[in-house]
């Protein structure tokens, strides 16, 4: 008779233990932007709802910023970074190849021997890297840090007027673990390949090597086409992510979606039905879109305002390149 190969055992459920992030230390004002782009801070302020964003300073690497993050963040879940057994980082502004950041930071962080991986799916990156976590914690034990980090002016070109005002820079975390209650529920993911060149990487890498004078890739986005798939297929998510948790709009506490536009985020608040009284993030307005930073940051923001509170049950959507997409209810730390 042939051996069987033995599983491990882990928790019955996992929930988020602990939010924490990190914000450059320099402000961004629209008008700072339009003096490179045909734009306004009216303009700006009507179509994104973005007043300022952060912008990283050299000494504020990706594994800094992620650092300082994922330090509040296992000292808000009440645990050591020794208890971390598995480093996940949502990321695409990494510049190099290879080790992933994820390697870094677990090191930085004091989690050693930790393993360590970075997800590139872009602004739904965090979700995707949230909804592994709680896999593992179920199927192995343990504590899991997720981390979306984010240096987006590595890859704007400031001059491109659909791209410029949107984006800044910043870092959260959150750690997963054992729950003797369901705390993280059912991911709804995917993506539509075929609108992969709606946001994506002006040339590719190698193009540097074969034309010495090819311009540093940048970050290109179609910002209409984005506008409408988010608000009219991103919302049918939404409500997948609610349905697959067994919940209704009615359930609901707290909605953080990605913080692409705060329009998006209006129009997909209407169109999923959510009740005046659900908090909604709306960390877009001072911190610009972060990508995969951008649910973490706007969670620890949500929390540390105190118009949501541990305990309350959230919606967490995140949507971009790809065009990717993942969405699950979660209990606040």
């Known amino acids: 008779m042939k051996a069987e190969i033995a599983e491990s055992a882990g928790a019955r459920h996992a929930r988020i233990l602990g939010v924490g992030s990190y ?4 402000i961004v004002g629209n008008d700072e932007v339009c003096a490179h782009i045909d734009s306004t801070d009216e303009w700006i302020r009507s179509r994104t709802g973005i007043v300022t964003r952060r912008w990283a300073a050299p000494d504020e690497t990706l594994g800094v ?11 808000a879940a009440g645990i050591t970074p020794a208890d971390i057994g598995l480093v996940i980082a ?14 870094e930071i677990g090191h930085r962080i004091g989690a050693a021997g930790a393993a360590g991986f970075d997800i590139s799916a872009g602004c739904a990156g965090f979700v995707h890297g949230l909804a592994l976590a709680a896999d593992a914690v179920r199927s192995r034990g343990g504590h899991v840090l997720v981390v979306g ?11 491109d007027r659909s791209t410029a005002f949107i984006f800044g820079d910043g870092a959260g975390a959150c750690v997963v673990g054992p729950s003797d209650t ?46 409408r798939w988010a608000v009219y297929e991103v919302s049918k998510v939404a409500v997948r992510g609610l349905e697959a948790a067994g919940l209704t709009v009615d359930d609901l ?39 995969g930073a951008s649910i973490p940051l706007a969670m620890d923001a949500l929390l540390a305002s105190g118009k949501a509170v541990s305990g309350d049950t959230a919606l967490l959507v995140g949507y971009g390149s790809g065009l990717s997409y993942a969405a699950l209810v979660a209990a606040l730390p």
């Open 90 to 103: 949502a990321t695409f502004t990494h510049l190099k190849q290879t080790p992933a950041i994820a390697t």
């Open 23 to 26: 914000r450059p230390r320099r």
């Open 253 to 291: 506490d707290a909605f953080v979606p990605h913080q692409a536009n705060e329009r998006i985020i209006d129009a997909m608040t209407r169109s999923i039905g959510l009740p005046a009284r659900v908090a909604v993030a709306k960390d877009i307005v001072t911190t610009g879109n972060t990508s």
């Open 182 to 227: 369901p705390g993280i529920g059912p991911v709804v993911w995917g993506a539509d390949g075929s609108q992969a060149d709606a946001i994506t990487q002006s040339v590719p890498w190698d193009a540097l090597r074969t034309d010495p004078q090819q311009p540093f890739p940048a970050l290109r986005q179609e910002g209409q086409r984005v506008f």
């Open 149 to 159: 980090v984010e240096r987006m002016t590595d890859i704007l070109d400031l001059t």
């Open 65 to 75: 910023m992620a650092e300082q993050a994922a330090s509040k963040a296992v000292a």
